[in-house]
Structure formats: C-alpha cells, structure tokens
C-alpha cells in the first residue's frame, strides 16, 4: 500500500515539476494577453469609425476609397519567438482591397458590410456568429469562407481580437475528460462522460470556474481517433486526462480552448498526430500558430504543447509493416518541404530530424490497415508494453518526467 | 465619268495588290492616290468634265502600268478623250507629298454632260472605303464644280496601321467616322485594336466552275470594337450595333449602293450566329445611311435592346476579306474578269459555305467580344456592390453617437443631414468608381486634363453627367479649337507620319474627319507658313471651316500642261498655290 502511495506522490512530483518549467518559459506571453484584453466596446466602434470616416474623405476628395489588410498569408509578415509562436511583424507589407476595381469591389463591400454589423453588435452589446452574417447577405459573401476571411481580416486591420468584435464561430472541436466549467451564459458544463463528448464553446473568452484534476491534456488530431479513445474509456483507463479534438487542422475554439486551458490549469499537453506532414503541421498549429491567424498568435498558441507521436522515426522502430503505409502524395511532399522551411523546424534539431525521416520513409501508415495500425493510438494500443515504451521514449519528447509518467499511468 | 473613275481605280488596285503578292510584303510601303475631278457644267462657257487618277510613290513602284493604260484607253467612250490634268499644281503638290509618280491619266468629257452630286458622292464613298484597307497609301480626292472645290484626304498615321494581307488596316476610329469614347478626366483612346480571324477556305459552288471560276477563294474575317473602352474599365458599355465591310480579292470594297439589295448571305446573318452566347439579345438588319459623311457599309445590324441604354455605345466593325488565286491567271484581263465573277457570284458562294463562314465568324466574334461580356459581368459586381457599401456607410455614421464622428462626416462632404449625406457619397462613389483610368499600352492616350481656367474643351461638362454617346458626340462637334488645328498643322509638316504630338489636343477630335477636313489650308498644303500670299492674320477658323464646304479658289496663273504619263518622276515644277477665303 505504502509503495502504492510513494508511487503516486512521486508521479505527481513529477508533473509538478514539470508544469513549473513549462511556466517558467510562458511568462511574456501572459504579459501580452493581459495587454490583448483591453479592448473594450468603444475601442472597437472608435476604430470602425476611423475606418468610415477614411472612405468618406477619400470620396470627398474625389479619390476611389480602399481598404489596407495586413497580409495574412506571407510568411515574410510574419516572425517567430520561441515563447509566442508565429506572430505578425511590425512592418509588415499590406493588402490592398480597391473600391473602383471589379476583381475587389465585392471584397470591399462583403468588408464594410461586416464592419457595420459588427458595429452594430457592438453597440447593442449582442453576439452574432459568422453563420449569422452570412445568411444576411447570401448573394453578396457568396460563401462561408469569404465571411471567416473578412472577419479575419478586420480583426486583424482593427487590431481587435474575434470575440471583441461579438462575432462568434460555431465551433467544430470537441473535448472530453476531467474538466467542468461554466459558459459566459452561466451554463455549466460537465465533459467527464466516458461516452460522449462536448463541443467546444463558441465562446471560449466567457468560460469562467474551471475545475479540473487532469494531470494532461491529450490533444488528438483526428475526430475517428478522439472517438476511439473514448470508446475505449481511455481517461478512466489512465490518469485523469481532458482530451481535445480539433477534427484535423483546428478552428479558433479550439485552439482558444486549448489556451484557456493551458492558462487556467497548467498541466503538460501532449499532441497525438498522425506520422506524416499534415499530422506535424497541425501539431504545429496547436503550439506555434497558423500565419493566417499570426496576428493573434497570443491568443491561440501554447509553446509548451508537446510532440508525442506517432513520430516519423516510431515507424521504423516499430517496424510497422510496408504494406500498412501509404506512399506520400506530391502535395504530402510539398507540405514537407515547406515544413523543413518553417523557423521552428530549423530551430529544433529533433524536430527537423524528425520530417528528414518523413522524407527518407515517403509513407505514412494507412488507416485502416490491419493489424490495428489504423491511426497512432490503436497503434500504440496493438503494442506490447515494451514497444508502447519505446513510443514514449521519443527523442522530441525531452521530458523524462512525462515519460514516466505516461509511461506507468498509459499501461494499455 | 463615274464610272470611268472607279474602272481605273479598279484596274489600279488590281495591278498593285497582284503585284504585292509577287514581291510579298510590301504593305507598309507609303504612297498616294489622287482622283480629282473638274467639272464646268451648264451654264458656264466651257461645260466639259476632266478627271485624273494618279498614283504616287512606293506603294505601287513595282508594278508596270501599261497595261492599265491599254486597258482603259481601248474601252474609252467616244466622248471621252485622255487629256493634260487641269491642276498641274495639285498633281505637283501630291507629289511633293507621296513621293514620285507611277501612273497617271487624265480625260475629259466634252459636251454637256450630267454631273450629279450622288455620283461623286459615290466616289467618296468608295475612296473612303479603300482608304480604310489601305492606310498605307494617303488617298486625295479633289472636286472642283464650277468655281466650289471640295476636298477629302483620307490618311492614317504610319503608327494607327494594323497590317493585314499585304495592306494595311487604318486603327484611328475617326476613319470610319465613329465618335471617340466619352470625354473624361483621363485620357482616351482613339484606335482601334483590330483582333484577326482565321482565313477559311471556301468551296466553289459546280456551276461557278463550270462558268470558269477556277482557283482557291479564302475568306479572312478581321474585327474591332469602337470605341475603345479598354482604359475605362468600369464605364458601362454596350454594343449598339454591327457592321460589315466586304472587300474583294483585290481589297476593293464591293459597296452594294443603297438601290441594291444587299447579299441575301448578309440579310441572314442575323440569324446564322447564336447571339446570346455573346450576352445580346439578338441583332437586326439595319437601315444603311448613304448620305454624304457615312461611311458606307455592305450592311447594318442594330443590336436589340440597346436602344435605350445610357451605357457606351459601341460598334463592331466586321471586315470580310475575300482572297482569290487562280495559277492559270495571268494577264490583268484576267484578274478583272474572274474577280468579277466572283463579286457578282459571291452571295452564292457565301450561301455554299454557310457552315464554314458561321464558324470563322463565331470564332472571331468570341475572341472580339469576350472583352465585353467580361466588361459587362465586372459591371453587374459593380452595381452589386456599390448599394451595399453606401448603405454600411450610411448606417454606421446615421447609427453613430460620436458627434465628432458625425460632424467630420457632414463637413467633408459639405452636406447638412444624414440624408444628404447619402445622396452626396453615392454621387461620389459612382463617379470615382466610373472614371477609372487604367493605361494600356496597346492604347494611344490622349490627355485630356484641363488646365485650370484654360477654357479648353474637355469633357469636364460630363464629370457627373452620365456616359451617353449622343453627349460626348455633342462634345465633339463643338472641340474643334485652335489647339487642334495647330496639331494638324504640326502634323502636316512631318508629313503625316509624325507620331509625337507634343500640342494639347482634344481626345477623339483631332483624328475626326470633319477635322481633317479643317485643317487643310490648301490643296495638300504642307503647313500653314508655307503658303504664299496668306496672311497670318488671317481667321484661320474661317479657312479651315471653309473646306467643309465647296470654297471658291483661285488657281495660280503658270499651270503647266501635264500629259499622260507613268513611271519616273514627272516634269513638273512647283506650283504656288493660293487661298482665298
């Protein structure tokens, strides 16, 4: 019994520690989201109005008004810190969206429709999600899509976060585990049911009373794999453990959620994708940002998040079998090319030895192969105890406290 | 005598165009044509009418003439006899111009004989026509009745030439007297951009061939909008109508005259071709104007439903070319008898090939018109777009509770209310986003920016005027201005191949015909200072305008008698010619 409890007390040591060391390299970017907060409501009309009153005086001065956007899809705009992630520059080049030109006119009106709704919002203190501004003007966003980017857009113009601007997004990740909390509305919200999990809050920023015992936060990159896990009853099976799925590359509430979290509980997060380059992009997403969203990166990233597997270099130790791989497509290749180009890659000699493997293999395992290979934890679980080890032993994961630590608490 | 004429122009071009396709390349070469007619007619003393055709430098310096000469002196009327030109200085005047003489013949008509305006009306029609397949050749043509001498050249800059089968077509929408775009801030383009279509081989119907016709017939369709819009991509612009010009093998337009009926080919043609894929609702024949100042063509089509449009009007102007080789042809009778055949042939074999001809015109019409339904769907996002910026805007500053905000606002635009606030940026809006301006480089530019209190013209009287051509047309008429005369005169002093203006000048003016009308102070006077005897105090204005219509002229004392003549420089001495107004 005594052996028992050391055990445990030890384990939990661990994870302290390593929580306090993961802290300790996150304190600038606390510093930032303090700063990022304090916008309020007539921050963000003074703004708009800016904006308004620009296009009136270029018309008053018989000029075709336009409308500068950061360019969110340069990497050139966009820098890299080890304790932020990828985030927007300073001098960065601009867009610019032309109100005498066919090609943009549409982009020009779908962005002033916005800005008026979202003053609107703003001034009646009500919420709207994205899906809501759509259907307002259907013929003229033509597309979902047009209205993410021109909210993306703004909030990146005005330099005002989504949630400042009350403009939700329907949230497509779910989570599940040892959490409780409670929505802005006063909902409360229970993700510990073994069977079915809950959808991320569209509103991550009003989430209040966090409670949890989680020692990590698993984030799965695939919703089948999230599924599996939880019909293996994968949380009551090890330590307590949230479990979060972005269904594949991430939405903002996931990614916020994943943030709250890491802010609220500080516990490890370790990233479950796929050993192939989308697998490592989207890792890549959760911890260091998207260039498309760099502008808000403090808001989204969480450096601390860890690479667990299923590493490139499992493959081989693994020996998983030729038969259960499925070669690299041209676009797989040229994704992981343009990983091997990313500042955080080069930064991490493991990291960048890790997408050389990618390369030298070609292959990624293939879903639904036999043998119980068809995504990285039924890999694992097919595993013996040894092997499943070997897994943890990884040489991103630099942590032996956390490989311990699962290594003992994981004991599929 | 009409006739006359238009059978020596013929023979000539034939001689030139089959000499051309001998030495090949030749189409750029520069030269002239001079056709002039002197007519004293009842109840003058002398009531005769003497014609000269004349032909003048490179263009036709290869070829050999004789047998134009044999030609037109064997078919010659009794009452008509070769004689000396009546106006050695204009015929010298023309050379100085274009360059050593090739040919030229001039007879007369003794006794009374009927001079009737339709006829030399004809005879402008169809020099006009020749003119705009030959830009490469300055074509003159002089009338003199009684004591009125009217005057016409036709000429294109070397620079506004798009060579085509061995010829040149001229580019300047003012040669096919189709206003220029619409005045506006910026500058405009007057050309046209000629867009080439594929040379289709046609099939000779048996019973031509059994009548003799023998050889290969291509026809080559060519196309181009005016007026050019390409610098002005948000002006709404429509196109109004169709135009067809049809030339022969020898790049003679075969101008069916109005009493004609037109090819019946011609007449279906409104229904050959799928319209709506070219985003009109259909075309109909038109009426064809064969009054003095149109430009003749072998058929009309109006486009429906564009007369009520307030967009630019446009014009499609669809040149036909019909190239005829037959190996076995040698001599110039030849060449005359079988082109013959074919033009009074040719609805037959345009009827034969109808699928041919519909698919080389809707493949040509696709490439010249995918401009414009590109235009006409960038102008729906437009319209699209423009109420809801205005509305986003209006309602954030009507929903506003800065006052500071507000106040901006209303005083930017100059307004008192909200309302008017409205109004005011929709004005704005439509005339910044309307007024584009974006240089080609395929597009000649002409500046029109008004200098502050120059009183110059410009279009500034349509800045918030909407585009309507009747308005810009109007604009036109009344440009005719000082400035542009001086161009002219600049111009004439490089001998019309000057291709910098550094003059002000009035866009879609300049190259109008009525213009060049004007600006001729003399028979084919070089420039201004040049001319004897006219003083510079003179009211240029009342000059210029002066040719417009038949002015009196006295002719300079020391003619010399010009005989028949070809090949080789003449003997002509310099004339000194003098204007009276």
Redesign the interface.
């Known amino acids: 019994m005594n052996t028992v409890v050391t055990g445990e007390f030890e384990e939990l040591l661990e994870v302290e520690k390593l929580r306090a060391r993961l802290l300790n390299s996150q304190d600038g970017q606390d510093a930032f989201q303090t700063e990022r907060e304090e916008v309020t409501s007539q921050d963000v009309l003074s703004r708009i109005e800016n904006v308004i009153l620009g296009i009136v005086l270029s018309l008053s001065r018989g000029e075709a008004p336009v409308l500068a956007f950061h360019s969110r899809s340069h990497w050139l705009n966009v820098r890299f810190h080890s304790n932020i992630g990828l985030h927007m520059g300073s001098d960065t080049a601009v867009n610019i969206v032309r109100s005498d030109c066919p090609s943009s006119i549409g982009r020009f009106a779908s962005t002033l429709k916005v800005l008026s709704t979202v003053y609107k919002l703003v001034q009646s203190n009500t919420y709207a999600t994205k899906r809501d501004i759509y259907y307002n003007d259907t013929q003229l966003f033509g597309s979902q899509r047009t209205v993410d980017s021109v909210v993306d857009d703004i909030s990146c113009m005005l330099k005002i976060p989504r949630r400042s601007l009350h403009v939700l997004a329907t949230s497509k990740g779910l989570i599940s585990g040892d959490l409780c909390y409670q929505e802005e509305d006063g909902t409360k919200m229970n993700c510990k049911s073994s069977l079915t999990a809950v959808s991320v809050s569209s509103n991550v920023y009003g989430i209040k009373n966090i409670v949890s015992s989680a020692k990590f936060i698993l984030i799965v990159e695939k919703d089948a794999t999230f599924q599996r896990l939880l019909d293996d009853e994968f949380g009551s099976k090890t330590s307590p453990c949230i479990m979060i799925t972005g269904k594949g590359v991430p939405d903002i509430n996931s990614r916020l959620m994943v943030r709250k979290l890491w802010d609220t509980l500080h516990i490890p997060i370790l990233a479950l994708v796929d050993a192939d380059p989308h697998g490592i992009e989207i890792m890549s997403i959760y911890k260091y940002g998207s260039v498309s969203m760099s502008f808000e990166a403090q808001s989204l990233t969480v450096p601390s998040v860890m690479w667990l597997g299923l590493l490139p270099s499992d493959i081989e130790r693994l020996r998983v079998p030729k038969d259960a791989l499925v070669p690299f497509s041209k676009k797989d290749e040229s994704k992981l090319s343009s990983l091997l180009k990313r500042p955080y890659v080069s930064l991490q000699p493991a990291w960048e030895k890790e997408c050389r493997v990618t390369g030298l293999v070609g292959a990624s395992p293939r879903q639904d192969s036999v043998g119980g290979w068809g995504t990285p934890w039924t890999g694992c679980r097919s595993l013996n105890a040894k092997r499943a080890r070997a897994l943890f032993h990884s040489p991103v994961l630099r942590d032996p406290q956390t490989v311990h630590v699962l290594a003992k608490t994981w004991s599929v | 005598m009409l006739t006359l004429i238009k059978q020596v122009i013929r023979l000539l071009m034939v001689t030139v165009h089959h000499s051309q396709k001998r030495q090949k390349g030749s189409g750029n070469v520069k030269g002239g044509l001079l056709v002039s007619v002197s007519a004293e007619t009842a109840g003058s003393p002398s009531d005769h009418v003497c014609g000269t055709v004349a032909a003048a430098g490179y263009w036709c310096s290869e070829c050999t003439f004789e047998d134009v000469q044999r030609e037109v002196t064997q078919n010659l009327d009794s009452s008509i006899s070769i004689g000396s030109p009546t106006d050695p200085e204009q015929l010298s005047e023309f050379l100085d111009r274009c360059g050593p003489l090739r040919f030229h013949i001039s007879f007369q008509v003794t006794g009374r004989s009927r001079v009737s305006e339709g006829d030399w009306l004809k005879t402008e029609q169809l020099l006009h026509r020749l003119s705009l397949v030959h830009a490469q050749v300055e074509i003159y043509f002089s009338l003199k009745l009684n004591e009125a001498i009217s005057q016409k050249i036709y000429r294109c800059r070397a620079h506004w030439r798009f060579a085509l089968l061995g010829g040149c077509i001229g580019t300047e929408s003012a040669l096919y007297l189709l206003p220029g775009p619409p005045a506006g801030p910026s500058g405009q383009c007057t050309q046209l951009h000629p867009v080439p279509g594929a040379a289709t081989p046609l099939l000779l119907p048996h019973s031509l061939v059994e009548m003799g016709l023998c050889g290969t017939i291509s026809l080559l369709p060519a196309a181009a909008l005016s007026p050019c819009v390409a610098q002005n ?2 002006w709404p612009a429509q196109l109004v109508d169709i135009r067809i010009f049809l030339y022969g093998p020898s790049n003679l337009p075969l101008l069916c005259d109005a009493e004609e009926r037109p090819l019946s080919f011609l007449r279906d043609f409104a229904h050959l071709l799928s319209w709506k894929e070219f985003g009109l609702s259909g075309v109909r024949c038109s009426e064809n104007s064969t009054e003095a100042g149109c430009l003749l063509s072998e058929m009309v089509y109006t486009v429906e439903g564009s007369e009520q449009s307030a967009a630019v009007g446009q014009t499609l102007l669809l040149f036909l070319f019909l190239q005829h080789s037959d190996p076995f042809c040698s001599q110039l009778s030849d060449f005359v008898v079988s082109e013959e055949l074919l033009v009074q042939n040719l609805d037959r074999i345009l009827q034969h090939n109808q699928e041919r001809v519909k698919v080389a015109l809707h493949s040509l019409l696709q490439c010249t018109l995918s401009g414009s339904l590109k235009r006409q ?3 729906a ?2 319209q ?3 109420p ?2 205005l ?3 209006s ?3 009507s ?4 006052l500071a ?1 507000r106040t ?2 209303l005083n ?3 307004v008192q209310d909200t309302q008017e606030l409205g109004i005011t ?1 929709k004005q ?2 439509l ?3 309307q007024n ?1 301006f974006m240089p080609s480089r395929k597009c000649n530019n002409k500046c029109l920016r008004r200098a502050s209190g120059d009183g110059d013209v410009d279009g500034s009287d349509h800045k918030h005027a909407p585009l309507r051509l009747e308005d810009s047309s109007r604009s036109l008429s009344g440009a005719l201005d000082h400035k542009e005369l001086g161009v002219e005169a600049s111009h004439s002093q490089t001998g019309g191949e000057s291709t910098t203006v550094k003059k002000p000048r009035v866009a879609g003016v300049s190259t109008h015909p009525s213009a060049h009308k004007q600006t001729h102070t003399g028979p084919w006077m070089p420039a201004q200072h040049d001319i004897p005897g006219l003083s510079q105090t003179q009211p240029t204005a009342a000059a210029h305008t002066a040719c417009s219509d038949p002015v009196p002229r006295s002719l300079g004392k020391d003619n010399q008698q010009v005989h028949c003549s070809h090949h080789g420089s003449p003997a002509l001495t310099q004339s000194t010619l003098y204007l009276t107004t």
């Open positions: 991509p948000n769907k960038a102008q996002k437009m699209a777009a423009i809801v910026i509305s986003s805007l309602s954030v500053v929903s506003s509770s800065s905000f901006t606002c930017s635009m100059k940026l704005a809006l005339e910044v986003t584009r």
